[in-house]
C-alpha cells in the first residue's frame, strides 16, 4: 500500500474528514436529466419506442460518458415485450462494477458525529452530490462539462429547465437514514421530498447508521419523480452500503498518530545524500 493511501485509510478510521472526490474536479458524481431517445436504433428491441423516453433518469458520471441507474426498460421477446419500471444496472455501486457496498465510516459533525456515515468514503460511487445535466450546458468544447453533457450523442441534454424534481423514498433497511449538512432526516415527514432548493446549490445527502447496528448490507430504494407531472417518473434504483467494523474514534485517533509518528521517525531516519 502506498503512503498515501495509508494515510487516507487511517483518516477514515479516525473519523477524519477525507478529500474524497479530488480526483472529480467540481463535477457532481450523479446527475439528473431527460432521456431524449425515442426510437431503438440497435439490439434486441431495434426499431421499438423506449420505454424511458421523456422521463426523468438518474446518471451516474463516469468521465466522459453517464451511466443510466434503473431506467424503464423492456424484457422479453421483441415481438411482445414487457415494460418494467427499472432495469438490470439499478444499484449503486453497479452490480457490474463487483464492488463492495458503500462503506459507512466514523461521520464528522455535529450531527454525525458518533454515527457511522458515507461521507469519508473514496469510492467514485460514493461521491454523493446530484445536480441536473442543466449544470454542464454552455462550457467550452472540450471542456470536462462539454464532454460529459453532450456525450451518448446527445441522448441526455434536454435542459430540465424549471421541471419542478422530487425523490421519493420507496424502501429501506431499518436502521438506514437520509439526510445531509442541515437536518439528520430528510424523510422524517414524508416518502417524497422536493429538489428543487436542494438542486440549486447541489444535492449532497448523507446516508448513515448508529454505530451498534448489525453488520450487513443496508439499502434505500429510490425513485426521482415530476412534482407535477407523474409521467416523466424515473424508474427504480438503489443505493447499496456497509457499516465498516472500525476502532472507536478514540482508539483510531491513538493508532493514527502513532502511524504518523513512525512515518515521522522514517523520514528523519533517512540520509541527506539518499
Known amino acids: 500500500m502506498k503512503k498515501n493511501q495509508l494515510l487516507s485509510v487511517t483518516l477514515i478510521a479516525m473519523g ?4 474524497a472526490h479530488a480526483q472529480e474536479g467540481d463535477l457532481a458524481g450523479y446527475y439528473i436529466g431527460i432521456d431524449g431517445t425515442n426510437t431503438f436504433t440497435s439490439g434486441t428491441y431495434n426499431g421499438l419506442a423506449n420505454p424511458n423516453a421523456g422521463n426523468l433518469t438518474l446518471l451516474f458520471n463516469h468521465g466522459n460518458h453517464y451511466h443510466a441507474i434503473g431506467s424503464y426498460a423492456y424484457s422479453g421477446p421483441a415481438g411482445s415485450p414487457t415494460i418494467n ?6 444499484r449503486l455501486p453497479e452490480i457490474s462494477s463487483l464492488d463492495a457496498p458503500i462503506a ?7 450531527l454525525y458525529s458518533g454515527k457511522l456515515t458515507s461521507q469519508n468514503n473514496p469510492s467514485e460511487y460514493a461521491n454523493l452530490t446530484f445536480a441536473r445535466v442543466d449544470t454542464l450546458a454552455g462550457h467550452d468544447t472540450g471542456s470536462e462539462e462539454q464532454i460529459l453533457f453532450n456525450s451518448s450523442n446527445n441522448r ?7 421541471t419542478a424534481i422530487g425523490l421519493q423514498l420507496i424502501s429501506a433497511t431499518t436502521g438506514l437514514f437520509i439526510g445531509d449538512h442541515q437536518t439528520a432526516n430528510l424523510f422524517a415527514n414524508g416518502d417524497t421530498i422536493s429538489l428543487d432548493s436542494f438542486l440549486d446549490d447541489g444535492f449532497a445527502p448523507i446516508f448513515w447508521t448508529a454505530a451498534n447496528v448489525p453488520a450487513g448490507t443496508y439499502s434505500a430504494e429510490f425513485r426521482l419523480v415530476g412534482l407535477n407531472d407523474a409521467n416523466i417518473n424515473s424508474g427504480r434504483f438503489y443505493f447499496d452500503f456497509a457499516p465498516v467494523a472500525v476502532p472507536v474514534p478514540a482508539a483510531a485517533w491513538l493508532f493514527g498518530s502513532g502511524l504518523l509518528g513512525l512515518l515521522g521517525l522514517k523520514r ?3 540520509p541527506l545524500s539518499a
Open 156 to 162: 441526455w441534454s434536454t435542459l430540465l429547465g424549471n
Open 16 to 19: 477524519m474528514s477525507v478529500s
Open 104 to 110: 459507512l465510516n466514523w461521520g464528522s459533525g455535529s
Open 268 to 270: 528523519k531516519a533517512t
Open 85 to 90: 419500471d427499472t432495469n438490470a444496472n439499478n
